[in-house]
Protein backbone atom coordinates (compact mmCIF):
# COMPACT_ATOMS: atom_id res chain seq x y z
CA UNK A 1 0.00 0.00 0.00
CA UNK A 2 2.84 2.42 0.94
CA UNK A 3 4.55 1.69 -2.30
CA UNK A 4 1.22 2.35 -4.50
CA UNK A 5 0.78 5.90 -2.50
CA UNK A 6 4.67 7.13 -3.01
CA UNK A 7 3.84 5.74 -6.74
CA UNK A 8 1.59 8.06 -7.53
CA UNK A 9 2.94 10.73 -5.34
CA UNK A 10 6.29 10.33 -7.67
CA UNK A 11 3.88 10.47 -10.58
CA UNK A 12 2.53 13.42 -10.06
CA UNK A 13 5.70 14.73 -9.57
CA UNK A 14 7.19 14.11 -12.26
CA UNK A 15 4.23 14.85 -14.23
CA UNK A 16 4.00 18.43 -12.92
CA UNK A 17 7.05 18.93 -13.64
CA UNK A 18 7.15 17.63 -17.47
CA UNK A 19 3.92 20.01 -17.93
CA UNK A 20 5.62 22.60 -16.48
CA UNK A 21 7.90 22.76 -19.59
CA UNK A 22 5.15 24.61 -21.15
CA UNK A 23 6.41 27.90 -20.40
CA UNK A 24 9.88 27.52 -21.79
CA UNK A 25 7.98 25.84 -24.55
CA UNK A 26 6.46 29.30 -25.60
CA UNK A 27 9.96 30.76 -25.54
CA UNK A 28 11.77 28.38 -28.06
CA UNK A 29 9.16 27.94 -30.50
CA UNK A 30 10.95 30.31 -32.68
CA UNK A 31 14.19 29.96 -31.94
CA UNK A 32 14.56 26.66 -32.13
CA UNK A 33 11.79 24.51 -33.59
CA UNK A 34 13.54 21.00 -33.14
CA UNK A 35 13.83 21.49 -29.65
CA UNK A 36 10.17 22.90 -29.14
CA UNK A 37 8.91 19.56 -30.49
CA UNK A 38 10.74 17.62 -28.44
CA UNK A 39 9.20 19.74 -25.84
CA UNK A 40 5.95 19.74 -26.90
CA UNK A 41 6.51 15.78 -26.34
CA UNK A 42 7.44 16.01 -22.59
CA UNK A 43 4.44 18.24 -22.08
CA UNK A 44 1.99 15.49 -23.73
CA UNK A 45 3.74 12.87 -21.53
CA UNK A 46 3.57 14.90 -18.68
CA UNK A 47 -0.41 15.45 -19.04
CA UNK A 48 -0.64 11.85 -19.63
CA UNK A 49 1.32 10.67 -16.41
CA UNK A 50 -0.52 12.86 -14.53
CA UNK A 51 -3.86 11.04 -15.35
CA UNK A 52 -1.92 7.45 -14.88
CA UNK A 53 -1.27 8.22 -11.70
CA UNK A 54 -4.92 7.50 -10.54
CA UNK A 55 -4.52 4.01 -11.77
CA UNK A 56 -0.76 2.95 -11.91
CA UNK A 57 -1.17 -0.75 -12.55
CA UNK A 58 -2.95 -0.06 -15.73
CA UNK A 59 -0.73 2.31 -17.46
CA UNK A 60 2.58 0.34 -16.54
CA UNK A 61 3.75 0.66 -20.19
CA UNK A 62 3.07 4.82 -20.14
CA UNK A 63 5.19 4.65 -17.17
CA UNK A 64 7.91 2.87 -18.44
CA UNK A 65 8.17 4.65 -21.38
CA UNK A 66 8.42 7.83 -19.33
CA UNK A 67 10.91 6.47 -17.07
CA UNK A 68 12.77 5.35 -20.27
CA UNK A 69 12.55 8.86 -22.12
CA UNK A 70 13.27 10.56 -19.09
CA UNK A 71 16.73 8.66 -18.29
CA UNK A 72 17.80 9.62 -21.67
CA UNK A 73 17.00 13.26 -21.89
CA UNK A 74 20.53 14.16 -20.16
CA UNK A 75 22.41 12.37 -23.19
CA UNK A 76 19.89 13.74 -26.19
CA UNK A 77 21.69 16.20 -28.16
CA UNK A 78 19.40 18.73 -29.89
CA UNK A 79 19.89 19.42 -33.53
CA UNK A 80 20.36 23.25 -33.37
CA UNK A 81 19.04 24.91 -36.51
CA UNK A 82 21.84 27.70 -36.76
CA UNK A 83 23.79 24.88 -37.72
CA UNK A 84 21.57 23.48 -40.76
Do not use: C, D
Request: proline share 6%.
Amino acid sequence: MKRERALKIVLVLVGLLLTAMIYPLVLFVKQEPALAMMMSLYVTLGIFLLLASRNPSAHRSLIALTAWSVARLPARKFPSSKSL
